[in-house]
């Protein structure tokens, strides 16, 4: 069920959707395909899995969320071509991606504490924002997950700021 958010964008529950043109998935897919040659010819693993196929779905939804984000906020996506570890992934902001439509917000020990982490979940072109956290408060122990591939802080949805208040932060 879906209904108008201000601004006339569609929403679920409340959570603005974002639908990415064809143009605009085919970016954000060879974006990724751009971040996965990257981390293989730097030897990076990924964080969330131990397969090389995953790997590529992980780099590619990650790009289109992250898509999705700046097309929300109005902001310029520069991609994975000029992109750089330190700086955030839409403006200084980091955007973690997830197909799970419980999916939770993952945080690592070595991400910034000052800067936003938002919580984009869907695939193939339509994404929700479901919302953010600072990074100081995703480090919670409360949010400590020690079974997954990666242990880091993986915050429910649910203590998420939703986003319709991100413009009174």
Same mark, same amino acid.
């Given at each position: 069920?879906?209904?108008?958010?201000?601004?006339?964008?569609?929403?679920?529950?409340?959570?603005?959707?974002?639908?990415?043109?064809? +143009?605009?998935?085919?970016?954000?897919?060879?974006?990724?395909?751009?971040?996965?040659?990257?981390?293989?010819?730097?030897?990076? !693993?990924?964080? =969330?899995?131990?397969?090389?196929?995953?790997?590529?779905?992980?780099?590619?939804?990650?790009?289109?969320?992250?898509?999705? $984000?700046?097309?929300?906020?109005?902001?310029?996506?520069?991609?994975?071509?000029? =992109?750089?570890?330190?700086?955030?992934?839409?403006? !200084?902001?980091?955007? =973690?991606?997830?197909?799970?439509?419980?999916? =939770?917000?993952?945080?690592?020990?070595?991400?910034?504490?000052?800067?936003?982490?938002?919580?984009?979940?869907?695939?193939?072109?339509?994404?929700?924002?479901?919302? $953010? !956290?600072?990074? +100081?408060?995703?480090?919670?122990?409360? $949010?400590?997950?020690?079974?997954?591939?990666?242990?880091? $802080?993986?915050?429910?949805?649910?203590?998420?700021?939703?986003?319709?208040?991100? +413009?009174?932060?």
């Amino acid at each position: 069920m879906s209904d108008q958010a201000s601004g006339g964008l569609p929403t679920i529950g409340g959570l603005p959707i974002i639908q990415l043109t064809n +143009s605009e998935i085919l970016q954000g897919a060879v974006a990724g395909i751009l971040r996965q040659c990257n981390a293989i010819q730097s030897d990076l !693993k990924n964080a =969330r899995t131990t397969t090389d196929q995953m790997a590529w779905q992980i780099n590619v939804e990650g790009c289109l969320g992250e898509m999705a $984000f700046a097309k929300w906020l109005g902001a310029y996506w520069a991609g994975a071509s000029t =992109r750089k570890f330190h700086d955030g992934d839409v403006a !200084k902001f980091e955007v =973690r991606t997830t197909d799970n439509k419980n999916g =939770r917000l993952f945080v690592y020990p070595n991400n910034p504490d000052e800067r936003f982490f938002w919580l984009v979940r869907g695939c193939i072109g339509k994404y929700e924002i479901a919302g $953010f !956290k600072l990074g +100081s408060e995703c480090k919670n122990k409360d $949010f400590w997950e020690e079974e997954l591939q990666t242990p880091c $802080f993986a915050v429910p949805a649910g203590k998420l700021s939703r986003p319709e208040v991100w +413009s009174s932060v």
